[in-house]
């Protein structure tokens, strides 16, 4: 298996800008996290789905960021309009279960600079 | 609120040293506990995990780790580190049917 997919591997922007982010999760599994990691805030969940829903996106930041997953292998997260502070690694991840072993697979994530 | 600390942000070992990064858990009732290990310009790997039976758990590349329930813990340790071991270690817990929450990291740096 190919692992999880992420592109694009980095992304520079100015802000205002919309921003893109794409997932491929590892096939069958049902679960796609996406997370972001800063240097301040470590490694934050901002939201998972389980097949193909919304489970908990409490951790989205605010109204600015959404994210889509339209069919089993497909996920985005979206940034509109994108400023300076949401500079980060953004990481996706995918899981079989949650019930048995949580393991997460992580991609190799996306670098994003808003400057 | 459920959290997850790790207390050393920056650890500095020379090679051969014994290495211990704390991990603590607020949590309440049956938690699964994960390290993963982050090793430079690379992404997420799964160190080793403990869901239930013997609380010292050995993982890959020499590295265990032990639960204590009494403590909220689960330290990571080694008994020798390399120069290949500098990474970010990250420590998680989830609790059955959630995602896992994740410590902010320790950067560990081993020098030869």
């Known amino acids: 298996d190919a692992g999880v997919i992420q592109s694009p591997r980095h992304e520079v922007t100015e802000m205002g800008q919309e921003v893109t982010l794409r997932c491929k999760p590892i096939s069958g599994h049902d679960y796609l996290f996406w997370y972001r990691q800063t240097m301040m805030r470590g490694l934050e969940l901002l939201i998972y789905f389980n097949n193909n829903v919304p489970i908990d996106d409490s951790g989205m930041p605010e109204d600015r960021f959404s994210a889509k997953m339209p069919n089993a292998s497909f996920s985005t997260l979206k940034i509109q309009p994108s400023e300076p502070r949401d500079s980060a690694v953004y990481f996706c991840a995918s899981s079989g279960s949650l019930e048995d072993t949580g393991e997460l697979f992580f991609g190799e994530g996306s670098r994003l600079t808003v400057l | 609120a459920q959290s997850v600390s790790q207390h050393n942000h920056h650890v500095i070992l020379s090679e051969a040293a014994s290495l211990e990064l704390g991990c603590n858990y607020s949590?309440?009732?049956?938690?699964?506990l994960f390290w993963y290990v982050q090793y430079p310009g690379q992404h997420l790997q799964l160190l080793l995990k403990?869901?239930?039976?013997?609380?010292l758990v050995k993982g890959i590349k020499g590295f265990e780790a032990e639960f204590i329930k009494s403590k909220f813990s689960f330290n990571l340790r080694k008994p020798s580190v390399q120069w290949s071991d500098t990474a970010e270690y990250f420590c998680a817990v989830s609790q059955a049917g959630t995602a896992l929450i994740f410590g902010k990291g320790t950067t560990l740096s081993v020098s030869s």
């Open positions: 403990y869901f239930s039976g013997d609380p």
């Open positions: 949590y309440g009732g049956t938690v699964n």
